[in-house]
């Protein structure tokens, strides 16, 4: 009797941990994708190649990395994230004095028309510029816009597509920097000079570049995924500025990985369920096992599967745990934070999902999804880092990263550590940064460097 409930007890644990390695990516399969990976980066900078490309490699236009001599009042705008934010930096010799104000963009906006969405920057960038007395200044602005932007120019951009959840209508084929300018127009109050658009990757890098002269590539691991780094301008082919300046920044809009069916050999059945139930339906395949507008729903999916399966909760789920999007991405990093055998994080995150019947095995049980799928998050982008540091092959590089996944997630940083180290070739030798502010400081640096170029 003994024996029989014992081995009662261990068979739905042994059973989750089976059906889990569908979301373990081997080395393998690891090196493959860098190997698919690195050939759609060619593909998004070859010149016949780049209008069918999936991974697009967009010019951004930026030459120059900040050098520390960059200074003046600049104000940015930093949207694409979960907010907005208005910011206006001070820069000097050796000072960054910033603040800033965090607008939410009501989801009526964000799905609603490009002309409400710009009327709602302008009018909380008028209403900043009156908080802090700069309203009758014309300052020079730098604009994160965190969305596939083909750029035709520094302050030129037009949308590709919209993604993580922003549907405006009328904004897709048009020059955002120009939307931007009407809209001030239209209120007629204020006056700026858009001194440049960036992506947030792109804004991580100038900012890490600031601090850390070899800073070359930049991740974003947050409600959205992306790369940006530095690339010879010789191998951008569609690269049509000045000559004359060796290296260009290229913003890889590496979401978009996978959309071919390049990952298809390691989706799942959740990440197509995810996919499925998007807003933007067979795109952005590879943010979609990445990124942190997704995984806490993986988790879910996952979760009821084996509720159902009779292996959680007793067969028993909740109201809340069978609705889409009622698991948080932040609960992954909570219960993962809970040092081993405790489970106070994951207690309370089941309680409040209606399942305050779990056992203590469930709870072991939760916690391993969480693992599965946040290891398989840090090893894709492991992957795409190592693709990029093999690519640039040089020698020492300082990677930037930003985004609430990175920064929230106790384990991602030491996974990443761990697993770039195994798949970068030897001899390269290479530090993950935190970005402090990025998207912000990014974008005054952008607006700074472009100053002190024109000068
Ligand atoms: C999405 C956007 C991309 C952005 C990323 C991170 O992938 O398309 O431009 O950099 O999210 O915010």
């Not at 690195?38 to 780049?50: D, I, M, Q, S, V």
């Not at 949308?159 to 209508?169: I, N």
């Not at 209120?187 to 900012?207: E, F, H, P, W, Y």
Request: net charge negative; proline share 3%; aromatic share 8%.
């Amino acid at each position: 009797m003994r024996l029989t409930e014992q081995i009662d007890m261990r068979q739905p644990r042994d059973t989750i941990r089976e059906e889990c390695e569908v979301l373990q990516i081997n080395d393998n399969q690891l090196r493959e994708i860098m190997n698919r990976l690195n050939k759609a980066l060619l593909l998004g900078l070859g010149k016949e190649t780049h209008s069918k490309a999936i991974v697009k490699c967009f010019i951004t236009y930026i030459q120059d990395l900040p050098n520390g001599t960059e200074k003046g009042k600049f104000l940015a705008l930093d949207l694409g994230g979960t907010n907005f934010r208005v910011l206006i930096i001070n820069l000097g010799p050796n000072h960054f004095d910033m603040q800033s104000k965090i607008y939410a963009i009501p989801k009526h906006i964000m799905t609603g028309t490009g002309t409400a969405l710009f009327d709602h920057i302008a009018e909380c960038l008028a209403n900043f510029m009156k908080e802090h007395e700069v309203f009758n200044e014309r300052l020079a602005l730098g604009f994160t816009f965190s969305f596939p932007l083909k750029q035709l120019g520094l302050t030129k951009g037009i949308l590709e597509r919209w993604t993580k959840g922003f549907s405006c209508s009328g904004v897709v084929g048009e020059d955002v920097v120009q939307l931007l300018k009407d809209a001030i127009a239209r209120r007629g109050d204020i006056s700026i000079s858009v001194m440049g658009i960036l992506n947030d990757a792109t804004g991580c890098l100038m900012s890490c570049a600031h601090k850390k002269r070899d800073a070359r590539i930049a991740v974003i691991i947050g409600t959205g995924s992306n790369a940006c780094y530095v690339e010879k301008t010789d191998n951008c082919e569609l690269f049509d500025g000045p000559p004359g300046k060796k290296e260009l920044l290229i913003n890889t809009e590496w979401g978009a990985f996978g959309d071919d069916g390049a990952l298809d050999f390691i989706r799942t059945e959740f990440d197509r369920d995810v996919d499925a139930n998007s807003i933007n339906p067979g795109k952005q395949v590879q943010e979609k096992m990445i990124s942190g507008m997704y995984m806490g729903e993986l988790v879910r999916l996952v979760l009821v599967k084996f509720t159902k399966m009779g292996l959680l909760f007793g067969g028993r789920g909740s109201d809340l745990l069978f609705e889409r999007g009622s698991f948080y991405t932040k609960y992954v990093s909570e219960i993962e934070s809970d040092k081993p055998g405790d489970y106070t994080n994951c207690m309370d995150i089941l309680e409040e999902l209606g399942l305050s019947h779990a056992t203590e095995a469930d709870m072991a049980g939760v916690r391993h999804v969480c693992e599965c799928v946040s290891r398989r998050a840090a090893h894709l982008v492991s992957a795409g880092m190592a693709t990029l540091l093999n690519k640039m092959a040089e020698p020492r590089v300082t990677i930037g990263i930003d985004g609430s996944v990175y920064r929230f997630h106790p384990h991602f940083h030491s996974l990443m550590c761990e697993k770039i180290a195994q798949l970068a070739n030897p001899g390269i030798v290479f530090d993950l940064m935190l970005s402090e502010d990025g998207s912000g400081r990014g974008a005054a640096l952008v607006a700074a460097v472009a100053c002190r170029e024109r000068c």
